[in-house]
């Protein structure tokens, strides 16, 4: 398996903001970027995979180490985390993520 994937992200930024992986497969993945996460001094990126239609029916989230250069101008780059260990505390992470979004929503409704 791969361990360095790069990405494209688009130079507009919409609504959404998507990157296009290229899978070890030959195939190309368009994933929604959700969130950008530090833990333990390394980055890690959310990505939700979606279908042809722009949609993502089955909740499933990819966790990749993210890196970006010095240079304004180098693209980011993704590995594939392999570390069980590592993979769960994004995972935490992104739970937590998860809880803060929600009770942000909550008390924004509330005002």
């Known amino acids: 398996m791969e361990k360095e994937k790069k990405i494209e992200i688009p130079e507009v930024q919409d609504e959404e903001m998507t990157v296009t992986l290229d899978l070890d497969d030959g195939t190309s993945v368009t994933c929604a970027i959700v969130t950008i ?3 333990a001094q390394k980055d890690y990126i959310v990505l939700l995979p979606l279908e042809e239609d722009g949609e993502n029916r089955d909740g499933n989230v990819w966790f990749y180490r993210y890196y970006e250069g010095k240079d304004p101008n180098d693209e980011p780059r993704l590995e594939y985390i392999a570390d069980e260990e590592e993979y769960e505390a994004a995972a935490d992470a992104f739970d937590e993520y ?4 929600e009770f942000d929503e909550l008390v ?3 005002d």
């Open 98 to 101: 998860l809880d803060s979004v």
């Open 37 to 39: 996460l530090t833990v």
């Open 108 to 110: 924004n409704a509330e």
